[in-house]
């Protein structure tokens, strides 16, 4: 797959400085196109000085975006987590053993064809979690995850459930997931983020957010 000479104009920006700086693709190649895709760049941009780059290559990780949720009830003041094994922790464990291999998360799933983030949003709180979604999402933050090396977004949401009965072991057999799920109270999932059992972006940001939201949250719900 190559698109040489491909000038595309920069269109989001949050200073001046950039909005009107381009990027040149220059050639784009698929090195690998299993689950996990890379594609190699070729390309050139603006610089900050006037002048434009030289042609930099980059291998660049497609592997879609994904949709993440924080499963909150304000009535009882808990927070449903989830915890399962990551590959992608195993080297950095290797190294540096204080690093969990088993993390502790929040609801998330990647966005499949033919889908909407918030149908994600709410497959994957029932799937993962065993919870529904009371009522509309609210919208957290989307953003970048790797933007170096990677294309993958995460559109982060707040969802409301119903936490009495959450827990147990969930996920698909057939996607091969394990996964334990738990609740605990508010204040002791913002100290597990303080003392860094959180040690992945998607849930750091979202409890972040439930620490200035919280309150309101809950007078939403008459508590």
């Known amino acids: ?38 594609d190699v760049y070729q390309l050139q941009h603006d610089r900050f000085d006037g002048t434009q780059s030289t042609i930099v290559e980059r291998e660049i990780l497609e592997r879609g ?8 009830d304000p009535v009882r ?19 540096n053993p204080a690093m969990p291999v088993w993390l502790t998360e929040i609801v998330a799933g990647i966005i499949e064809d033919g889908e909407s983030a918030e149908d994600v949003a709410r497959r ?9 979604i009371v009522g509309p999402l609210e919208l957290i933050s989307h953003y970048y995850v790797t933007p170096g090396c990677s294309s993958e977004t995460v559109t982060l949401y707040y969802g409301q459930v119903d936490a009495t009965h959450a827990g147990g072991l969930h ?5 091969g997931e394990d996964i334990r799920v738990f609740t ?3 204040e002791e999932c913002i100290a597990m983020l303080q003392n860094g059992q959180l040690c992945n972006a998607m849930t750091t940001i979202a409890v972040q957010w439930l620490i200035l939201n919280r309150d309101r949250l809950r007078q939403n719900c008459g508590v």
Not at 65 to 72: E, K, R, S
């Open 65 to 72: 975006h994904a949709v993440a949720v924080l499963p909150y």
């Open 1 to 38: 797959m190559t698109n040489p000479h491909r000038s595309v104009k920069s269109t989001r920006s949050k200073r001046n400085t950039v909005k009107n700086m381009n990027f040149k693709i220059i050639d784009r190649t698929r090195a690998w196109d299993g689950y996990c895709k890379i």
């Open 171 to 175: 996920g698909l057999d057939e996607e």
């Open 184 to 186: 605990v109270p508010a």
């Open 124 to 132: 994957e709180t029932m799937e993962e979690a065993g919870c529904k």
């Open 77 to 95: 003041d808990e927070v449903v987590l989830i915890e399962q094994f990551r590959p992608g922790t195993i080297s950095v464990n290797a190294d």
